[in-house]
């Protein structure tokens, strides 16, 4: 046995594909009514499947690792051009990842009710989002160097199996899904996250959202079937993000977007406040269940913003 500290901890898994999904109905609905307001805050189609984007995997990295600002093309406001330069809006996205294992075989859609067998299990994710490169850049194809420039995960995976003293029951879907998405049983887990800001300098983190797997509407077992529903192989490693986990109240939002409402109002922290990231501070995700004498803990999935490029 190690003591965790004196270990280099390494990503537990070589990742070929990722996928991030949008499958919290808190964090889906706040998104929508700050850029399209209340009327028509949730897309139609997001009660009938489980809406992603085609991720990055080549910039997945290790909790512990820096990122560094990303720089890009910033959203204009009203007549006024794009600019380039540092991202003035960096944030944070409280997530899991499903890890895929065995996966199948091209044109061979997994069925919902078997698809608990071809996750093998999750970890934290940290899905980095500059908000105002990807206002700009996101219609009509969706996120892209927006969120491409970082995704942090937690160095351990929890499997399944360890989490079935903590699964639960998934939200009620209104309206009920098509047969192909419809499960015997509708499982989430408890899992209680949690995030953390340092910032710089200051030895203390603060606490700034608490939130938990269970919110999620649509369940990890539908989001793999839906993957795969078309022929779309998954293969061993491939990682699922669940999307942001906001849950219902106001100290369970799990991005500073949600909680500094697109930066209209500040977020405390200790001594100082934040609308969106500064460089310097450190993010902390934890996660755990606590069992009946014992607890499964997903370790931490942490970064610190590093200055832009000059
Ligand atoms: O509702 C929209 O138009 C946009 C929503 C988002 O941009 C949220 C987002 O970043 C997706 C995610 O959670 O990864
Ligand atoms: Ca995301
Ligand atoms: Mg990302």
């Known amino acids: 046995m190690l003591v965790q500290d004196?270990?280099?901890?390494?990503?537990?898994?070589?990742?070929?594909?990722?996928?991030?999904?949008?499958?919290?109905?808190?964090?889906?609905?706040?998104?929508?009514?700050?850029?399209?307001?209340?009327?028509?805050?949730?897309?139609?189609?997001?009660?009938h499947l489980p809406i992603a984007y085609h991720g990055r995997a080549s910039s997945i990295v290790i909790s512990g690792t820096d990122i560094i600002r990303p720089r890009g093309q910033g959203h204009p406001s009203g007549n006024s051009p794009p600019y380039f330069g540092p991202s003035r809006k960096l944030d944070f996205e409280l997530e899991m990842a499903a890890v895929v294992g065995p996966g199948n075989e091209l044109g061979k859609p997994i069925d919902v009710n078997e698809a608990a067998d071809h996750i093998f299990g999750v970890v934290?994710?940290?899905?980095?989002?500059?908000?105002?490169?990807?206002?700009?850049?996101?219609?009509?194809?969706?996120?892209?160097?927006?969120?491409?420039?970082?995704?942090?995960?937690?160095?351990?995976?929890?499997?399944?199996?360890a989490l079935e003293p903590f699964s639960c029951e998934a939200p009620k879907q209104e309206p009920p899904?098509?047969?192909?998405?419809?499960?015997?049983?509708?499982?989430n887990y408890d899992i209680n996250l949690e995030v953390s800001i340092r910032p710089a300098g200051q030895g203390d983190s603060h606490v700034v959202t608490k939130s938990n797997?269970?919110?999620?509407?649509?369940?990890?077992?539908?989001?793999?079937?839906?993957?795969?529903?078309?022929g779309c192989n998954l293969r061993p490693g491939d990682l699922l993000g669940t999307g942001t986990i906001s849950g219902p109240e106001p100290d369970s939002l799990?991005?500073?977007?949600?909680?500094?409402?697109?930066?209209?109002?500040?977020?405390?922290?200790?001594?100082?406040?934040?609308k969106f990231l500064e460089d310097g501070d450190e993010v902390i995700f934890s996660g755990f269940c606590k069992g009946n004498g014992y607890i499964v803990g997903f370790g931490s999935c942490s970064g610190k913003i590093l200055p832009s490029l000059p």
């Open 6 to 47: 004196k270990v280099q901890m390494l990503l537990p898994i070589a990742i070929g594909d990722y996928t991030d999904f949008f499958s919290s109905m808190y964090h889906a609905r706040n998104c929508g009514i700050m850029f399209r307001g209340p009327e028509n805050a949730i897309n139609p189609n997001w009660f």
């Open 254 to 274: 799990g991005c500073l977007l949600e909680l500094s409402w697109n930066g209209t109002k500040s977020v405390t922290l200790g001594g100082t406040s934040r």
């Open 177 to 187: 899904s098509l047969p192909y998405l419809a499960e015997k049983t509708s499982r």
């Open 124 to 161: 934290l994710m940290n899905d980095w989002s500059a908000r105002d490169i990807q206002a700009w850049e996101y219609v009509p194809l969706g996120p892209f160097l927006g969120k491409s420039f970082g995704t942090t995960i937690s160095p351990w995976i929890v499997t399944l199996d």
């Open 213 to 230: 797997f269970k919110h999620l509407y649509w369940t990890i077992t539908q989001q793999l079937a839906h993957h795969t529903i078309n």
